[in-house]
C-alpha cells in the first residue's frame, strides 16, 4: 500500500509546509514512492481532529504519524535497513542538534521575513484566520514585518555561519551524502522559495552551492 503524505498547499497546489519538505526528501533518499495530498489550513482542521492537527502526517496503512521528526524516526525505524536517514546512532545524534538548531534559530528569522508571503500564498478562506493568529504571536502587522525584513536579514545571514562551516570541508552537511540534516536545513530554502520572492542569501553565500548540490540530489532520482 502506497504512503499518504498530507501537506499544506496555497492556491497554486504546491506543497509549502517546510516540516513537510523533510519528509518528502526522505522519501526521496529512501526511494519510499507515496501520494502527496494537500490541504488548506481550514481542510487539515477539518480532516484531522485526533492527536495529529498539524502537517506533515504520514499514513502507512493503519498507522498514522505526524510531527516531522517523528515521522523520521519512525522511517529510520521501519523503512530504512541501510540506516540511510541517520547514519546509525552518532549520526542521529547530529541530525537531531542540527534539526533543533535549525527550529530554534533560522526558522524564526526566516518567518519573520516571509510571513507576510506565507499569508499570500494560503488559500483565501484561510488568511483571516491566519492574519490574526499571527500578529498575535509576532506583535506586529505582518506589513510592519515584511517593511522590516531587511533588517533582519544581516542577523539571519550571520546565524547560518555553523552550517557554512560545515560545508567548507564536505558536499553536504552530514558528510559525503545528504541525510536528515541537510534537509531539516534545505526544506527551510524550500519553503522561502515556493512562497516568497525575497532573497535570504547574498549571491556570494557559500550555501548557494549547497542549496544547488541538494537541488540537482532531489531531481536527479
Known sequence: MTMVLYDLGDTADRPISPYSWRIRESLHLLAIPFEGRLLSLTGIRKQFTGANRTVPILIDGDREIGESWQIAEYLSQHR????????????????????????????????????????????????????????????????????????????????????????????????????????ALHSTFQWSRKVSRFQLLRPDDRLNEWIQRMDDWLAGG
Open 80 to 183: 530504512d535497513p541501510e540506516g540511510q536517514l541517520f547514519g546509525g546512532a552518532g549520526g542521529k545524534l547530529l541530525a537531531a542538534f542540527v534539526t533543533d538548531w535549525v527550529d530554534a534559530t533560522v526558522m524564526g528569522q526566516v518567518y519573520r521575513m516571509i510571513v507576510k508571503d506565507v499569508h499570500d500564498a494560503l488559500h483565501p478562506e484561510d488568511r483571516d484566520f491566519f492574519r490574526a493568529g499571527q500578529e498575535k504571536k509576532l506583535g506586529a502587522t505582518l506589513e510592519d514585518l515584511e517593511a522590516a525584513r531587511e533588517l533582519v536579514r544581516p542577523t539571519f545571514q550571520t546565524s547560518l555561519y555553523p552550517a557554512r562551516r560545515a560545508i567548507k570541508s564536505r558536499p553536504y552537511i552530514t558528510g559525503d551524502h545528504p541525510g536528515f540534516g541537510d534537509f
